[in-house]
């Protein structure tokens, strides 16, 4: 698998074992998407896995990606993939579970607001998309100019909203969905 665009084109990216990887024609249809999102961006990759999404993005232009990995295992690829790209400056790696990792970040002295949020957690784990939508706004971790990138199952539709959370677009990429999601249902910068 590799970056498929900006100033990581064509790096390599390890897949760990038993983790489903965003294919490259979804990760070119999200970001095709989300490109008024990307200049100097805040990114957080909260079930990271390889990190192709969050390294995606940084390629693209974004300033800085935090990535969230429990397994240790799939860590030790992400930093890998990270060396391998070069980027390593602009990523931090959390290697928690999503919750606790959120609730570290919102403790954090200097919080970050996200520009942009990647969701993409085991498809079977759909409890996990509301719950980590619920958390980024009760803890202040997006705002109104944010998007929320949900990847899940086509069969398995997410709700409309999620509090203050409205979907604004979805998309079907044979049998995977991707949902995007801001606050207020606004398009920001479009």
Not at 65 to 84: D, G, H, K, P, Y
Not at 166 to 185: A, P, R, T
Request: overall charge negative.
């Amino acid at each position: 698998m590799k970056i498929t665009s900006g100033k990581y084109k064509y790096r390599n990216i390890e897949v760990p074992k038993g983790i489903r990887p965003t294919t490259e024609k979804v990760r070119e249809a999200v970001f095709s998407m989300i490109m008024q999102w990307l200049p100097d961006a805040e990114v957080l990759d909260l079930f990271a896995g390889s990190g192709a999404m969050g390294l995606e993005a940084l390629s693209r232009g974004a300033a800085r990606c935090t990535f969230v990995e429990m397994n240790r295992q799939n860590q030790r690829v992400l930093i890998s993939n990270i060396a391998n790209c070069g980027a390593g400056t602009e990523a931090v790696v959390l290697g928690r579970d999503f919750e606790s990792a959120l609730t570290e970040i919102s403790g954090r002295k200097e919080k970050a607001v996200f520009d942009i949020v990647i969701l993409d957690p085991p498809y079977e784990k759909t409890d996990y998309y509301v719950t980590a939508m619920m958390k980024l706004q009760e803890y202040g971790l997006i705002d109104e100019r944010s998007v929320v990138i949900c990847e899940h199952l086509y069969d398995n539709k997410l709700s409309d909203t999620y509090g203050k959370l409205e979907k604004f677009k979805e998309k079907k990429y044979g049998s995977i969905g991707v949902d995007l999601f801001s606050v207020d249902n606004s398009e920001p910068f479009c």
